[in-house]
């Protein structure tokens, strides 16, 4: 079975810092006697399901280029999802709670699923949205050795509410001698921990000399 992860982008598409999203201005119209219907898009390049590359914070850093066709394809058992329970009044997902039972340290590529989505219509969802802290990055560096990517239902890594630090582990793990890229505002709501993946085929929007972009990830589990 094949599931998505990310979700479409359109005019209500939430952005970070509640900033500027998506603008679709028509060009022609075919009920306006036009020949055929096209439009003109606007929005950032960080919005909806979106990945970062190390230029996002490095001027020497990787863009969509500098990675090879294979890189894109991830198979499952190289794939950990981690449910992360945090109180109400806690906005960064620190080691304490991460469940570190059933690990696999040859993960290339690490979920954390916070269930934020449920308010992706809401302020909340970009105002008060989780993100990682320092020494969880810190961990992941030092507990997956094979790590590419980390993907997140959070519309950013980094919490509005403690942009400094989210300013830090983006730098931590975007480093371009060895990067791990990220994968924001991810659609979970089909998957949990005990989700089984076959493969996740993830297709960034090809923009050379890019520092981020809108993906489409697909997913094929088992039912």
């Known amino acids: 079975m094949f599931i998505q992860l990310s979700y479409k982008i359109d005019v ?3 952005a970070y810092g509640g900033k500027q999203g998506f603008l679709l201005t028509p060009s022609s119209s075919i009920e306006k006697g036009d020949s055929a219907n096209t439009a003109k898009w606007e929005f950032p390049n960080h919005i909806g399901t979106h990945i970062d590359f190390p230029y996002h914070f490095f001027q020497n850093g990787q863009t969509v280029e500098d990675f090879p066709t294979d890189f894109w394809f991830i198979s499952g058992e190289k794939i950990q999802i981690l449910e992360i329970n945090l109180p109400d009044d806690e ?7 991460i469940n570190k039972n059933n690990l696999n340290s040859d993960a290339e590529l690490i979920i954390f699923k916070t ?5 992706r219509n809401e302020d909340r969802y970009w105002e008060h949205n989780p993100g990682i802290s320092i020494k969880t990055a810190e961990w992941i560096r030092e507990n997956f050795k094979k790590i590419r990517i980390i993907g997140f239902d959070s519309i950013s890594i980094s919490s509005w509410q403690h942009q400094d630090i989210g300013r830090q582990v983006h730098k931590k793990l975007l480093d371009p001698k060895k ?6 505002d991810m659609d979970l709501s089909k998957v949990d921990e005990n989700t089984i993946f076959k493969t996740v085929v993830i297709a960034p929007m090809m923009v050379k000399h890019s520092d981020g972009g809108p993906c489409t990830i ?3 589990v088992e039912k």
């Not at 990067?179 to 924001?184: G, M, N, Q, R, T």
Request: proline share 8%; net charge negative.
């Open 12 to 14: 209500n598409t939430p």
């Open 91 to 97: 906005l960064l997902i620190k080691l304490e709670y």
């Open 115 to 119: 269930g934020i989505g449920k308010y």
């Open 179 to 184: 990067p791990v890229l990220f994968i924001e």
């Open 218 to 220: 697909l997913a094929e």
